[in-house]
């Protein structure tokens, strides 16, 4: 599915953006979106996904985009899904329900554009809350610099307790313990900015 | 809660999300789940900020659409100035241009590429600048004066290549940019990919190449044919 067909046709500024510099602008999103969804499947890599995704709008530039930042999560998001239905590919949590519309459907009813449309902005929403993260996680960094490090290393880049527990030279054990004080103090952050869990 | 529930608790938290987790959950009851889910959503969302984009050196679609600043691409803030004068476009009105373009720069922005060192522009930025002050994109790029060194042995080889400088010429042909332009971004993406961690030998490299500038073309055909 090309990214053009991927997004409802829309009133458009007189300037068309430059390739790169919308793909500069929303690429955290897009490579945000692409983690998320690719998180459970290992055959398939995010940047990939963004390449093919790029590649085919280089191909044949979009016309007319009101809004590049839905256009492109949006074509993330359908990049994934092709890639699943092509492969057979079961994901552990799909993201829309089994009667998804697929390429060239004719029965893509108004309720299925609205969740989609739903769907990219969930996906947008996200990216923002990710941002937050980001902020809460140098506040915790403040307030306990250990309790932040193995937050990081075992949520974030899924070391396991036992890894980081060797690195610092404490019991795997001592790292489950910092760690659930850590993601205590991480949610009470996080709601005290008004993420919603 | 006992020792058990704890160290059960601890076990929960440390588990990615999965059909394992969701085992581990409904060995809860339900308050205690309404407790834990908060938290096992706050440990997911560290893992999504944990996976964002690369870094954009890092970065091979970046690459391909030349916004990796390039050592051996740089703005020629002289011919700049030049060609500013000569097309009667003042420093705000390129910033504005640029940014109704989707560029995130301002007048100051400009003012700095006159007249200083600009290593920070990438080509594609060099490309849309060249555009709005009407003038070829190679007359705006000054090369510098040494080559770089630090390119890795493997992307030189591929650069050597008759191969690669007929994918250069016809990326530049289908891109619609210059011969330059075209070999900075293929050379990127060449990097970026070497940075990513993979290490194809040159064969495989201009293959993947090959492959990339192939798909760009047909685009483009069947655009003509159209």
Not at chain 1, 179 to 188: D, E, G, Y
Not at chain 2, 98 to 114: E, H, M, N, Y
Not at chain 2, 184 to 209: C, I, K, N
């Amino acid at each position: 599915m090309e990214p053009q067909q991927e997004v409802s046709a829309a009133a458009t500024s007189t300037v068309p953006q430059d390739i790169g510099a919308v793909f500069l602008k929303h690429r955290d999103a897009m490579y945000g979106v692409a983690h998320a969804m690719l998180r459970t499947d290992r055959h398939h890599r995010a940047e990939d996904v963004i390449s093919e995704v790029m590649v085919s709008i280089l191909k044949n530039p979009p016309g007319s985009v009101r809004n590049w930042e839905s256009f492109l999560v949006r074509a993330v998001q359908n990049k994934v899904r092709d890639l699943w239905r092509s492969s057979g590919y079961r994901h552990e949590q799909p993201v829309l329900a089994e009667g998804s519309p697929i390429e060239g459907d004719p029965l893509v009813g108004d309720h299925v554009e609205d969740d989609l449309a739903l769907e990219v902005i969930e996906a947008i929403d996200r990216q923002q809350t990710v941002q937050k993260v980001r902020e809460v996680m140098a506040e915790l960094d403040a307030w306990d610099p250990q309790a932040a490090y193995v937050l990081w290393q075992c949520k974030g880049l899924e070391r396991t307790s036992q890894q980081v527990a060797d690195e610092l030279e404490v019991s795997s054990s001592r790292v489950r313990q910092i760690l659930s004080k850590a993601l205590t103090r991480f949610r009470s952050l996080l709601e005290a900015k008004e993420v919603k869990l | 809660m006992s020792e058990e529930t704890d160290r059960l608790v601890e076990q929960l938290l440390e588990e990615p999300p999965g059909p394992q987790r969701e085992q581990m959950l409904a060995r809860f009851d339900d308050d205690q789940r309404e407790k834990l889910l908060p938290l096992l959503a706050a440990g997911d969302l560290v893992w999504e900020a944990a996976h964002s984009a690369p870094p954009l050196e890092d970065d091979p679609v970046a690459a391909l659409l030349g916004v990796v600043p390039d050592p051996n691409v740089q703005l020629d803030g002289k011919a700049l100035f030049r060609a500013c004068q000569a097309s009667r476009v003042k420093p705000t009105a390129l910033a504005a241009r640029l940014i109704a373009r989707g560029w995130k720069v301002d007048a100051s922005d400009v003012f700095r590429w006159q007249t200083r060192a600009a290593p920070d522009v990438p080509p594609a930025l060099i490309k849309a600048i060249a555009e709005e002050v009407r003038i070829d994109s190679g007359r705006l790029v000054s090369r510098p004066q040494q080559p770089r060194t630090n390119l890795l042995g493997l992307t030189k080889e591929v650069s050597a290549t008759q191969l690669f400088r007929d994918l250069v010429q016809r990326f530049a042909k289908v891109q619609r940019i210059s011969v330059e332009m075209a070999e900075s971004a293929l050379r990127q993406r060449m990097l970026a990919t070497v940075h990513r961690g993979d290490m194809p030998d040159a064969e495989q490299m201009l293959a993947s190449l090959e492959s990339l500038v192939d798909t760009l073309e047909g685009g483009q055909e069947s655009d003509e044919d159209a």
